[in-house]
């Protein structure tokens, strides 16, 4: 990945990603997240608040370790392009997001509409094939074949004994990236596929390394690379761990050739950032590397509210987002308490 060349390039890359459909579509969140915090009891408690990759709860009971629960929607277009591989991404996403959060995943669920029962087929199809090669069952849902275009949401549970969060990183720590490489281009989507033609006990082992990470306390703060690629989800983890970041633009791992703003705004079928103490990142990085999976220290948290991108190759470095004066996915601090 060829990092800009001079900062006015630099500047290039940051308003061509918060142009992004991906990098857009979060910043509903917040809007989300104020009107729902402003209920009592719906934004939780123990810490574990909006802007996690899962929702957190107690195990009934004072039973070890904590339930997970996220949900995922799919992109219109693609249930209705791309309808077996919009099946598989729904289980993917949701096991990415339990993962992220130092767990494992026990059931999944979901809710299709579809015009007929042979466009829905399809759909279920993908679903199937995903829950097989992670082991992970289908515990039920809703279908419905009478709408008028397909639509599809995912859920699944989980459970941690110890967990990641997006609201533990700390300046000092490092930022880590890792990604799976081995796979191709999903076009004309910005979707990296490293998942559907895998074998299957490669597919689970390499989800297993983040409840392990964090069980043996390599790691206390991740998340899975989302819609908003690879710059919009470290914003997130930023914002979330109320702290300021810098971004190291050479330090990526990408495949060979691809555009930095490509790159950027990728939605990698394994791609997690994990924050951990310069003592611990080696660790952490040799971990997935073991398992062929590209892994790299690609920048750190530090005191403030900024996120900046750097290339130290081209010797620029320019501001990507400071979520204290422009909140991105929580809500100003008047509205969330």
């Known amino acids: ?35 729902l915090e402003a209920v009592p009891g719906v934004a939780g408690d123990d810490g574990h608040g909006l802007g996690d990759d899962c929702a957190v709860l107690r195990v009934p009971g004072g039973g070890e370790g904590w339930l997970l629960f996220a949900m995922e929607g799919l992109v219109e277009e693609l249930v209705a392009q791309a309808p077996w591989f919009a099946g598989f991404c729904s289980v993917l996403v949701n096991l990415s997001d339990v993962a992220a959060m130092g767990g494992r995943a026990l059931a999944v669920a979901d809710a299709l509409w579809a015009r007929d ?16 090669a992670f082991g992970v069952p289908v515990a039920g849902g809703h279908s419905n074949y009478r709408a008028q275009r397909e639509q599809l949401a995912v859920a699944v549970t989980g459970h941690a004994r110890r967990l990641l969060t997006s ?43 983040l409840p392990r990470l964090a069980e043996d306390g390599l790691s206390r703060a991740a998340k899975d690379i989302s819609m908003a690629g690879i710059a919009g989800t470290a914003l997130m983890f930023a914002e979330c761990s109320r702290a300021g970041l810098v971004i190291e633009l050479d330090a990526i791992p990408a495949p060979p050739g691809v555009e930095v703003a490509h790159w950027l705004a990728a939605f990698p079928s394994y791609g997690y950032l994990l924050a951990a103490a310069p003592t611990q990142a080696e660790a952490v990085l040799e ?12 920048g750190g948290f530090e005191p403030g509210s900024g996120v900046r991108l750097e290339s130290r190759r081209a010797g620029a470095v320019a501001g990507f987002h400071d979520w204290q004066q422009q909140p991105f996915i929580r809500p100003p601090a008047t509205g969330s308490g």
């Open 1 to 35: 990945m060829n990092a800009p060349p001079d900062r006015e390039s630099l500047l290039a890359l940051i308003a061509t990603l918060r142009a992004g459909r991906g990098y857009l579509h979060k910043t509903d969140i917040a809007a989300a997240a104020g009107t």
């Open 117 to 132: 029962a042979r466009h829905g087929a399809e759909v279920l199809a993908g679903i199937g094939a995903a829950a097989r």
């Open 167 to 209: 609201f533990d990183a700390r300046p000092g720590d490092r930022l880590l990236m890792a990604v799976d490489l081995r796979g191709d281009w999903v076009a004309p989507w910005p979707y990296w596929d490293a998942a559907t033609r895998a074998p299957a006990e490669r597919l689970r082992g390499d989800l297993e390394l």
């Open 287 to 298: 971990r997935f590397r073991a398992r062929g999976i590209a892994a790299a220290d690609i």
